[in-house]
């Protein structure tokens, strides 16, 4: 029941998110296929097997809540329901690019996000709406595989996916007993699509990805806070600008 509140409410949201961000990129696609007739930009660009770059990542995440058994028992029945919110944020890393043949690289992308995440205890009686903001900052190791179209002028389209490790690194401690706890470990799987647009100095990839949490981020299923919850998931949509 708690999912279905969770995605009717945060659906428009998320197309939102989603339709800008592929408009974004089909635009930038769009502009440079017009352009390619003019020159073959970089031609022998792919013919390296070794390329680095760097990215900035924009994204808005949220997570997904499920209940514990003890959401529904008396202790608990002025609880209405714990709902999340999109925040937005940002990230920075650095790419390493291995080509293994002319479709398919393998890519590891270093980087640092910085997250909030807000979730509102809601509740049926006289107590206030009580909205919990948990701020992260973590370091993240993105281990993906880019499969690429043959290129067109200066223009290439790919789809990109894999599994992102990361850690919470600020060293933040959660000394207020009113603050959900949160793990500071998550494991990510990644999927998305992009353009590689080639310019004469450089390669640039407007890209956009779907990140969906595997692990439990709950701290502790203790307190008033962490007691009517049994598992949290991470959810992110990013829009990179990748620089090589």
Not at 79 to 97: E, R
Request: proline fraction near 4%; glycine fraction near 6%; charged fraction near 20%.
């Amino acid at each position: 029941m708690q999912n279905t509140h969770f995605w009717n409410k945060l659906y428009l949201h998320r197309l939102q998110v989603v339709f800008t961000g592929i408009l974004l990129l089909n635009c930038v696609a769009g502009h440079a296929q017009v352009k390619h007739r003019v020159q073959k930009n970089n031609p022998n660009y792919d013919d390296k097997k070794l390329t680095y770059g760097f990215l900035i990542g924009l994204h808005t995440s949220t997570y997904q809540l499920k209940y514990s058994d003890a959401f529904v028992t008396n202790k608990f029945d002025t609880v209405h329901s714990v709902v999340p919110s999109w925040s937005a944020g940002f990230s920075l890393g650095f790419i390493v690019n291995y080509r293994l043949d002319d479709q398919v690289d393998v890519r590891i992308t270093p980087k640092v996000g910085f997250y909030e995440h807000r979730i509102s205890y809601i509740y049926t009686d006289d107590t206030p709406r009580d909205d919990q903001l948990i701020e992260s900052t973590m370091v993240e190791l993105p281990i993906l595989l880019k499969y690429k179209s043959e290129r067109r002028g200066n223009v290439r389209m790919y789809m990109i996916g894999g599994i992102v490790p990361a850690f919470e690194a600020s060293g933040k401690k959660k000394t207020e007993e009113r603050v959900l706890e949160i793990s500071n470990t998550n494991l990510s799987i990644d999927a998305g699509f992009g353009f590689d647009l080639y310019y004469p100095l450089f390669k640039f990839s407007p890209e956009i990805r779907f990140s969906r949490g595997l692990v439990n981020m709950l701290g502790s299923s203790t307190g008033k806070y962490g007691e009517p919850l049994k598992r949290i998931n991470t959810n992110t949509i990013t829009l990179y600008f990748l620089f090589q």
